[in-house]
């Protein structure tokens, strides 16, 4: 579809924030950031590490290290994820990326080890808890948030959650399906170094923290299909393609109770692109109706998995 340029003009004025609104809302990312790193980084500190529960990845392997080193899991985590941060920078987004990632990881990283300093003599005053299972349930809990609020601010903790969002980037396979077939060979190789026990608890952390995070980032859900009903389908399909780079269809409908004709647009999006998809009708046309509805995949088109035939 050719758009004339008073349609391009029209939607980049409109989708082009003021430099204040810009540097706010960084801002605001970056905050939320920093909180949701400092979750994860207490429910890995007051949960995990004191029971060995090495749930996958870099943190997972950070609390293997750490049995034969002098160095803190924290200080471990940092220096693991150095190699997997250079993927990243390459592959989701450069200096963007790397800005909130590097912010996510080092704060992880410094307040692991603050808290691996501080919480043991607070809880040796106000004990939390002595059960294995209830820490793997709350370790889950915690991560899993956090980590929730990193992804949807845009940056990752680093460690397997950047392999995890490459693939859920390119083909919109579940953030928490790439983080489970990623990490049981941590989880294994704690069976080996501690007890199966520990490796079995561990596993039970992974699942919720990946349940968890996926909840937090948007619902439970994979792909987002909405119907926009609009009077101003041209700029609008020219901003969903080119803002969101993804394929649109339309047709012509007719009101029910108004008898007017109106122009019925379709799209399917990853649920991590939904508040970006408000944002956009909201801007290019606030009077537009539009309904978002929940569905299980989606197969083929623009940046989906291809529709293969079973054999």
């Known amino acids: 579809m050719k758009f004339t340029r008073r349609t391009r003009e029209r939607v980049h004025r409109k989708l082009t924030l003021p430099p204040r609104t810009r540097v706010r809302r960084i801002l605001v990312q970056q905050w939320l950031i920093l909180i949701g790193s400092a979750l994860a980084a207490l429910g890995y500190s007051l949960f995990q590490v004191p029971f060995n529960l090495a749930a996958g990845g870099v943190s997972g392997l950070a609390i293997i290290v750490n049995k034969y080193t002098a160095l803190p899991p924290g200080t471990l985590y940092l220096v693991l994820n150095i190699p997997l941060l250079v993927l990243g920078f390459y592959k989701l987004g450069r200096w963007r990326f790397l800005f909130s990632t590097i912010l996510a990881v080092v704060a992880f990283s410094f307040l692991t080890d603050i808290f691996g300093h501080v919480l043991p003599e607070v809880l040796r005053r106000f004990p939390v808890t002595e059960d294995a299972l209830l820490s793997a349930i709350y370790a889950g809990i915690l991560y899993g948030v956090g980590m929730g609020l990193v992804f949807r601010n845009g940056g990752t903790v680093g460690g397997t959650s950047i392999p995890a969002r490459l ?52 619902g439970t859900s994979q792909v987002r299909t909405a119907m926009i009903i609009t009077d101003q389908p041209e700029p609008l399909t020219y901003a969903l393609m080119t803002e969101l780079r993804r394929g649109v269809s339309f047709w012509d409908i007719t009101g029910g109770y108004t008898q007017q004709s109106h122009t019925m647009i379709y799209c399917t999006v990853l649920r991590s692109r939904v508040y970006d998809l408000k944002y956009i009708v909201a801007k290019i046309d606030p009077k537009a109706f539009m309904v978002i509805g929940v569905a299980q995949q989606a197969f083929g088109g623009l940046n989906f998995r291809k529709l293969k035939t079973e054999e």
Do not use: C, K, R
Request: hydrophobic share 55%; net charge negative; charged share 10%.
């Open 167 to 218: 693939v859920h980037n390119a083909t919109g396979f579940p953030m928490s399906q790439a983080y489970l077939y990623t990490d049981l060979s941590v989880i294994i190789a704690a069976g080996v170094v501690f007890t199966w026990e520990s490796a079995l608890l561990a596993f039970l952390t992974l699942v919720l923290s990946g349940i968890i995070s996926d909840f937090t980032l948007e």
